[in-house]
T-cell receptor, first 116, second 110 residues
Framework: DAGVTQSPTHLIKTRGQQVTLRCSPK?????VSWYQQALGQGPQFIFQYYEEEERQRGNFPDRFSGHQFPNYSSELNVNALLLGDSALYLC???????????????FGAGTRLSVL | GDSVTQMEGPVTLSEEAFLTINCTYTATGYPSLFWYVQYPGEGLQLLLKATKADDKGSNKGFEATYRKETTSFHLEKGSVQVSDSAVYFC?????????FGSGTQLTVLP
């Protein structure tokens, strides 16, 4: 049973460029969440997708957008990259059952984005 | 808003020592509480969880008890191993998102 997979593993971009990160959820999961983890810090919630819609969003600018596909996979897009966007981007999947707070989120290994 | 405060690291212990990593939280309602572990170059793995007051989560020798009266969820292990070296994150989930602490780096020396 494959876990959460993310691609690419590493990415180098320059300021002002746009980037797309991809995530395939664990089998049987229908919800995908994205987190940004700066070096030496805990992950920060970006947004969550369920039924192809953004269900909840953290405190991130509109430059961060996403999409969920019918097969539950997801993309994170970041426009007009800034140096401060350099981080590890983590995708987590879960199953929407059991009520709020009861869902366990399983994480992928992440995509390391470097903005030069 | 909701927040998690973790014991600052790094923490260095000798093998077989007792481990405690403190975690306190601020939240409205009754959030679920989690400990995640991150090994070098990897994503986060769920270590244990507790969903209501007085619940004790346990896994791989690690334990943590949901203490509502002290708003705490301290992680403990009686005898650490070199393989436990990693970064440990305390997190809460009052709703669908996880809110993490800043992490505690643990190094266990042989």
């Amino acid at each position: 049973d494959a876990g959460v997979t993310q691609s690419p593993t590493h990415l180098i971009k320059t300021r002002g460029q746009q980037v797309t990160l991809r995530c395939s959820p664990k089998s049987g999961h229908d919800t995908v969440s994205w987190y940004q983890q700066a070096l030496g810090q805990g992950p920060q919630f970006i947004f969550q997708y369920y039924e192809e819609e953004e269900r909840q969003r953290g405190n991130f600018p509109d430059r961060f957008s996403g999409h969920q596909f019918p097969n539950y996979s997801s993309e994170l897009n970041v426009n007009a990259l800034l140096l401060g966007d350099s981080a590890l981007y983590l995708c987590a999947s879960s199953r929407t059952s059991g009520g709020p707070g009861g869902n366990i989120q399983y994480f992928g290994a992440g995509t390391r984005l470097s903005v030069l | 808003g909701d927040s998690v405060t973790q014991m600052e690291g790094p923490v260095t212990l000798s093998e077989e020592a007792f481990l405690t990593i403190n975690c306190t939280y601020t939240a409205t309602g009754y959030p679920s509480l989690f400990w995640y572990v991150q090994y070098p170059g990897e994503g986060l793995q769920l270590l244990l969880k507790a969903t209501k007051a007085d619940d004790k989560g346990s896994n791989k020798g690690f334990e943590a008890t949901y203490r509502k009266e002290t708003t705490s969820f301290h992680l403990e292990k009686g005898s650490v191993q070199v393989s436990d070296s990693a970064v440990y994150f305390c997190a809460l989930a009052p709703s669908r998102q996880l809110t993490f602490g800043s992490g505690t780096q643990l190094t266990v020396l042989p």
